[in-house]
C-alpha cells in the first residue's frame, strides 16, 4: 500500500499536515501517542476514525523507510 493510500497532506486540511487518510487525525499524533507509551490500542481508543489497521500499515511503512535509508 503507497503511502497516498495511508496518508493525505492538503493545505485545506489541517494547513497541510500529514493526516490519517479520511480523517482529521495528524500522523505525528500517533507517534507523540506512542513515545508517551501510550498504546497502540489505547490511541484508536482516542481517535476512533484511525482504524488499527490503518495505523498499523503507517507504523510498517515508517518502520521500512527507516529500514531503508
Known amino acids: 500500500m503507497s503511502a497516498e493510500e495511508l496518508i493525505t497532506v492538503n493545505s485545506n486540511i ?3 499536515t500529514p493526516v490519517f487518510k ?4 495528524p500522523v505525528r499524533t ?3 501517542y506512542l513515545e ?3 498504546t497502540l490500542e489505547e490511541f484508536i ?4 476514525s484511525v482504524t488499527k489497521d490503518l495505523a498499523c500499515r503507517v507504523l510498517d511503512r515508517s518502520e521500512a523507510a527507516l529500514l531503508a535509508a
Open 30 to 32: 500517533l507517534f507523540e
Open 36 to 38: 508517551r507509551g501510550y
Open 22 to 25: 479520511g480523517t482529521r487525525v
Open 45 to 48: 481508543e482516542c481517535f476512533p
Open 14 to 16: 489541517l494547513g497541510g
